[in-house]
């Protein structure tokens, strides 16, 4: 029987298989930020150990990095512990650090790719959960906790119980691809198959509604595969994926004997079995918009606040917490999501703040103001998303709008820097999470595309973005 | 790490689906660079108000759960950010004991790295173990929950049970394969980054 990618991944990974139990897997890529890795190097220095490659380590500041001036200095002292200790650790290890003076330096995710880093065929993983989005590249790319970082630091290697394969075929075409996005695409799958319908497995999205898609919108659906609870997503490489990689900064010298063999070798067999499967048809799918605290209780931009009866189809603690979200978002069963107004906008973060996520949010705003009683934000991903963003004059486009400019970063995304919403406010946001203060104690937040976010700036409520004329 | 012993307590019954790690840590808290005292931190967002003063209503504020060491959860626990924090959280505040229909992947296997022993059981037998007000005696060698009614059993990865019972340094046993480990990266097609 034929394998299916993730199994080719997986098999070409194995350092040590044992008869039962988890195998040894060879980590390729491990990228290291400030927040999950202090505990790490400590761990290190106790045990009296190295860092066993450092020439496949990789660290940027992102998380905890404020996105005002570069050169003033960080305030908030924990945070400016947090960000010298990573100096330090990257110094007295040997590892390549991109800080925030660094061109290179953006959300490790969106830093990865865009440098060549990221490969296809390759394992790559980061202590943090959004890892998933590397899989866009055909590489098996996942989230560990700071034990684990430490494990990869020391010995390049983790012990991992294989996941099981699940294919989420994506049928059909959009109708307005400017309006029904990636974003979209993900949301829906997850809507669909709850927080919880990938835990176990790598997912390999597959189909024509994955296949048309960039690569910047392919990362955007394997960056939420961990919202469907999944280890990690994949998408099988393609032209696409070779162009996108080809002549980056840390692109391999040996790129096109890399790309001849990856071409030949990472897909899925005609034959393989996937161990589940689920089929997205994407030719009637709308706007998503979140509207409860975790990222399965989305619905269509055309549709009303379900009640929790509706919503939970009997199932009484998912009714429970349907009425906790209610309460803790103030929204009301029966409520248009187009009568929901919002008093802050945040385009950024590893899912939605890449170069085209701000060209498609920018053609939205264009020549218009933001709502008086709406505060916006854009955070590029990385500093060279902003650079690229700025020589075509997005920022003008933003900022002429009234959007706020900043330096990139994880910023508004988890609210560790002070980019934080205050307790009630209601925000549109391109990220990936809605939980419970996520975004800053009682803040309230809805997850939406970087157009649909777009659009709501300047109208002060969620509105149908395809009701606009994006072209 | 140390070896995980038998813990019998009464439990402490958090009867909510899909707890996120942002719950059990709220970002706030992840700025600090060591990994000791996060128990004061646990669910502070549903422990204390904006003053910080203890919400009554939250379970972990009813005097009648102090001193429990098994939290008994709704299905999904852990799910979200990958934060290592949220087990040091529920370590430091004295649970060892996690139940739940199903726990989130990255939390679960977080959890066997501070010895901290996550147990998957029934839907059902997870609303039993809910409403049990008796201590219950959780035995790993044996597998096995006692309730004052009830023996339950329970499944574990034997590599996991053994990691736990031993309080083994995962490290020390991989750098075992060091040999193996370099054999690999001199086949390994994907090159340096650097």
């Known amino acids: 029987m034929g394998k299916t990618l993730f199994e080719k991944l997986w098999a070409s990974h194995i350092v040590v298989e044992k008869h039962e139990g988890p195998s040894l897997i060879y980590v390729d890529r491990h990228l290291v930020h400030e927040v999950t890795s202090p505990q790490a190097f400590e761990g290190l220095r106790i045990n009296n150990r190295k860092v066993r490659r450092p020439d496949l380590t990789i660290a940027t500041m ?8 570069r050169s003033l200095p960080i305030l908030d002292q924990t945070s400016a512990i947090q960000i010298q200790t990573l100096e330090k650790n990257c110094k007295d290890f040997g590892i390549k650090l991109f800080d925030t003076n660094s061109p290179n330096q953006g959300i490790v995710h969106v830093i990865g790719p865009q440098l060549g880093i990221t490969l296809p065929g390759s394992t790559i993983v980061c202590g943090d959960s959004h890892t998933s989005t590397h899989g866009a590249f055909g590489a098996l790319a996942f989230g560990i906790g700071t034990s684990d970082v430490e494990h990869v630091l020391a010995s390049q290697t983790l012990w991992l119980e294989k996941p099981k394969s699940f294919e989420i075929r994506v049928e059909g075409k959009r109708k307005n691809p400017h309006a029904v996005t990636a974003k979209d695409i993900v949301l829906s799958i997850i809507k669909n198959i709850g927080t919880g319908g990938g835990t176990g497995t790598v997912i390999e999205y597959c189909g024509e509604g994955i296949t048309d898609l960039s690569m910047e919108q392919r990362m955007t659906i ?3 595969s961990i919202e469907a609870g999944a280890r990690a997503g994949l998408v099988a490489p393609d032209e696409k994926t070779f162009d996108y990689l080809r002549d980056r900064e840390y692109t391999p010298k040996n790129y096109e004997s890399l790309v001849d063999f990856w071409r030949d070798e990472l897909k899925t067999d005609s034959d393989a079995k996937f161990e589940k499967q689920f089929i997205l048809h994407v030719d009637d799918i709308v706007p998503q918009v979140s509207w409860g605290t975790n990222p399965g209780m989305t619905c269509d931009v055309t549709d009303s606040i379900p009640s929790p009866d509706e919503f939970s189809k009997g199932d009484l603690n998912q009714k429970k917490s349907v009425q906790k979200a209610l309460d803790y978002m103030d929204l009301k069963p029966g409520t248009p999501i187009v009568d929901i107004k919002i008093d802050r906008v945040f385009i950024g973060s590893c899912t939605n703040a890449r170069l085209e996520d701000l060209i498609e949010a920018s053609k ?3 020549g218009q103001k933001v709502s008086s009683t709406v505060q916006a934000m854009v955070v590029p991903g990385s500093q060279m998303v902003k650079k690229q963003a700025e020589e075509m004059g997005l920022d003008k486009i933003f900022i002429n709008a009234n959007f706020d400019w900043r330096e990139s970063g994880c910023s508004m995304c988890l ?17 990936n999470r809605n939980f419970e203060g996520r975004q800053g104690t009682g803040g ?3 997850l939406v595309s970087p157009v649909m976010a777009a659009a709501a700036a300047i109208k002060g409520h969620f509105v149908d973005v395809r009701e606009l004329d994006l072209n | 790490m140390e ?3 038998t813990v019998k307590s009464i439990i402490t019954p958090l ?3 899909n707890i996120d790690t942002d719950q059990i840590v709220p970002k706030q808290f992840l700025k600090l660079v060591q990994k000791s005292g996060f128990g004061k931190f646990l669910f502070y967002n549903w422990r204390f108000d904006e003053k910080e003063n203890p919400k009554p209503d939250f379970v972990l504020n009813n005097s009648k759960y102090v001193g429990s060491h098994i939290l008994v959860a709704g299905d999904n626990f852990g799910c979200g950010s990958s934060r290592e924090h949220a087990v040091w959280a529920l370590q430091d505040y004295g649970f060892t004991v996690i139940i739940a229909p199903s726990f989130a992947d990255i939390f679960f296997s977080n959890c066997f790295k501070n010895g901290i022993l996550p147990i998957s059981l029934d839907q059902k037998i997870v609303e039993n173990l809910q409403q049990t007000t008796d201590p219950i005696e959780v035995n790993l060698e044996t597998q096995t929950i006692k309730t004052s009614s009830d023996e339950i059993f329970f499944k574990i990865d034997s590599h996991m049970k053994k990691i736990l ?7 020390s046993q991989t750098l075992q394969f060091e040999d193996k480990i370099t054999d690999f990266e001199k086949r390994s097609k994907i090159p340096s980054v650097l």
């Open chain 2, 15 to 17: 009867d909510e689906v």
């Open chain 1, 364 to 366: 939205v705003i264009k």
């Open chain 1, 415 to 431: 609210g560790m820097n002070p980019d934080i919403l205050s307790p009630g406010e209601r925000c549109a946001s391109t990220s």
């Open chain 2, 3 to 5: 070896s995980f012993k």
């Open chain 1, 62 to 69: 992102d998380h905890n990095v404020p996105t005002n001036d």
């Open chain 1, 444 to 446: 309230r937040t809805h």
């Open chain 2, 165 to 171: 019972l031993d309080g083994l340094d995962d490290i």
């Open chain 1, 222 to 224: 394997c960056n939420m």
